[in-house]
């Protein structure tokens, strides 16, 4: 199947530095998301980006869906401890199939 | 408010005892899925369906059944789960079958003794 490139696959930062994460693909995607998994809870929904060049922002959160529809990338400003927890992507991919491909997750440490 | 429920948080069951997970939501959404992650993993698509029409994903083990009794439950069925069926198991919806968002649920921890 469709192969999302995620990277990097773990991060340790210290409190109040900014992080950044990207998936690719040699695919091209119409849609990018971004969740954010706690330990033993559920992907929540962080930002859906819907157009190639998009750049949507939630709070601290900024992500941009790529010119070429092959990746996006996520950025964290001024980290905390809450962020911890594992960020995938996911992208749906053109045409008729409807069904979400996920990167491998990055995996995110906040050293206080 | 929580608005994918899944019950329970935690499974466990003995090696070929099946087991039943189960998923509600009160968003009335017409698609319903049902992933597994194991650990450091990401979710892995094992069936879903767009109303009652249930789609099976190739790879996903005979082992693994579901029903879709009405819009709000969808239940996952393993019938004789082995050491390999540990995970967790995500249930997530979607409101029709051209969105591309999918809502979780907080998933069920399983594990096989």
């Known amino acids: 199947g469709q192969q999302l490139n995620q990277s990097p696959q773990s991060m340790f930062i210290q409190e109040g530095e900014d992080v950044s994460m990207n998936c690719t693909s040699s695919?091209?995607?119409?849609?990018w998301l971004w969740y954010k998994q706690d330990p033993g809870e559920g992907p929540v929904l962080l930002i859906a980006l819907y157009k190639a060049g998009e750049l949507t922002s939630n709070g601290r959160l900024t992500a941009q869906f790529g010119i070429t529809r092959k990746d996006s990338f996520l950025n964290i400003s001024a980290s905390i401890p809450s962020d911890v927890g594992i960020y995938f992507c996911a992208g749906q991919l053109g045409g008729s199939a409807r069904q979400l491909t996920f990167g491998s997750g990055t995996q995110l440490t906040v050293l206080p | 408010d929580a608005m994918v429920i899944q019950n329970p948080r935690y499974q466990v069951t003995q090696f070929g005892k099946p087991v039943t997970l189960s998923c509600s939501q009160t968003?009335?959404?017409?698609?319903m899925y049902w992933y597994q992650q194991k650990s450091s993993q990401a979710p892995k698509l094992l069936f879903h369906y767009y109303d009652k029409d249930f789609n099976n994903e190739a790879d996903t083990p005979d082992n693994f059944q579901s029903r879709r009794p009405n819009t709000s439950f969808c239940f996952l069925d393993i019938r004789s789960p082995g050491l390999g069926d540990a995970a967790m198991y995500l249930c997530?919806?979607?409101?029709?079958?051209?969105?591309?968002?999918?809502?979780f649920g907080a998933g069920t921890r399983l594990s096989v003794l």
């Open positions: 695919s091209i995607f119409n849609t």
């Open positions: 997530a919806t979607s409101p029709w079958k051209g969105q591309t968002i999918q809502y």
């Open positions: 968003l009335n959404h017409n698609v």
